[in-house]
């Protein structure tokens, strides 16, 4: 079964800074690969997905994120933090097969005034 | 993308009762999918509901304790039976594929007492 590792389960940066939230996926076949986002006491919006067309994703609010298939990896980055962007962030894979998705452990990210 | 209402929002429950869950969708879909999210914690599939057929039910969650209704392609409800603190949780809904990627409803928080 396909899954992902988000490594760091906390990231705080400083309003302005670069955000980086890293993830990989294991699976033997081209996945599709998503990124969520998740605000305090609410459910959870799409930032953006991979669906095997361009390798360089751009999602809502400024956040991109980049299919590098020889590192399995699928990591969000943003150049400038904003205060707003203070949330739970998820990157999901889906599952073979069935349509389904499959989370990461998912990342606090916390930004510095 | 489709828009849905679930309901309630929340809820405080006494141990031994049931709460349903409903989840409308604004368009019809062929599939929802109902979720877990444990304080803290990512999101764990419970279930895929078809219309028409029983529910798909992943890797330890059982139709007694989950049962699950689609009674037409554009609403479910999800059951929490003889409930104990270990089911406060945030239960969500989602429709969608991996094409066009997921919709979450806004979710229901539970809290057994």
């Known amino acids: 079964a396909q899954s992902v590792t988000q490594l760091g389960s906390h990231v705080s940066v400083s309003e302005g800074a670069l955000v980086l939230l890293r993830c990989n996926y294991s699976s033997s076949v081209p996945p599709y690969l998503f990124w969520y986002v998740q605000y305090p006491n609410q459910g959870l919006q799409l930032l953006l997905k991979y669906t095997s067309a361009a390798t360089l994703v751009k999602g809502i609010n400024g956040f991109e994120a980049e299919f590098k298939k020889s590192e399995t990896s699928f990591h969000l980055t943003k150049p400038s933090a904003h205060m707003s962007d203070a949330a739970e962030y998820f990157c999901a894979v889906s599952d073979q097969g069935a349509q389904k998705l499959v989370f990461g452990q998912g990342t606090r990210l916390t930004i510095n005034p | 993308s489709a828009v849905i209402s679930q309901k309630p929002s929340r809820d405080i429950c006494q141990r031994g009762t049931s709460l349903t869950i409903q989840c409308q969708v604004d368009s019809q879909v062929t599939m929802m999918f109902w979720y877990r999210q444990q304080p803290g914690q990512s999101l764990t599939l419970i279930a895929t509901a078809n219309q028409g057929s029983e529910a798909t039910y992943e890797s330890g969650f059982v139709i007694d304790k989950f049962p699950i209704s689609r009674p037409n392609l554009t609403f479910s409800t999800l059951t929490v039976s003889n409930m104990s603190p270990e089911d406060s949780s945030i239960y969500l809904c989602?429709?969608?594929?991996?094409?066009?990627?997921?919709?979450f409803g806004s979710g229901t928080r539970l809290t057994v007492v």
């Open positions: 989602s429709v969608g594929d991996r094409a066009y990627g997921y919709t």
